[in-house]
């Protein structure tokens, strides 16, 4: 084989190795900024949620919560949850909270409760897909958590919505190989 052919061959080598470093940390960075945007988002709804819930909480008014709480989810798109400072489901967007086990032992409520804000990323057993959770107290009187306001989206929306980004980039890292 010539010097040529094998320095051919090197090159190409590199290059491909290069660029598919390059595609492979664009691909990473679009998910962590679409998965922080949603995060973001999230973050927003539980917030604006918290206030339009606010006065049914502290009353304790359980049907105008699920009122509120589905209206809500179905103009954003976005599961809102609302659970009492022991577990119990007083509303949710998607399901019927009677119908719902305790969610006391949920990662994203109990570090709302802990650390003022939660999230977690896992299976819901409700649903059955991966699902995005945020999770913010709702402090009522005396300051003490009366309830966690809770809000999720499926993960594969988030994939769905990076999916033909991630298409491009890879199209894109493809061709500039050949070239």
């Known amino acids: 084989m010539s010097i040529f052919w094998k320095q051919f061959i090197s090159s190409f080598l590199i290059i491909f190795l290069i660029l598919f470093l390059f595609t492979y940390l664009v691909i990473g960075e679009l998910q962590n900024y679409d ?84 999230e977690s990323s896992r299976f819901s057993n409700t649903l059955k897909r991966e699902m995005l959770y945020v999770a913010i107290p709702y402090k009522g009187n005396g300051n003490n958590v009366s309830a966690v306001i809770r809000t999720s989206l499926p993960l594969s929306a988030l994939e769905k919505a990076i999916h033909p980004m991630e298409t491009k980039v890879i199209y894109l890292g493809v061709i500039l190989t050949l070239l």
Request: net charge negative.
């Open 35 to 118: 998965k922080s945007l949603t995060k973001e988002r999230l973050l927003t709804a539980a917030t604006l949620a918290g206030d339009l819930l606010e006065p049914s909480i502290d009353k304790g008014d359980q049907p105008e919560i699920e009122r509120i709480v589905s209206g809500l989810g179905e103009k954003t798109g976005i599961r809102i949850t609302v659970i009492d400072q022991n577990g119990r489901v007083l509303g949710d967007s998607s399901r019927n909270p009677a119908e719902m086990e305790n969610h006391s032992n949920r990662p994203e409520i109990k570090d709302a409760i802990a650390n003022d804000f939660g």
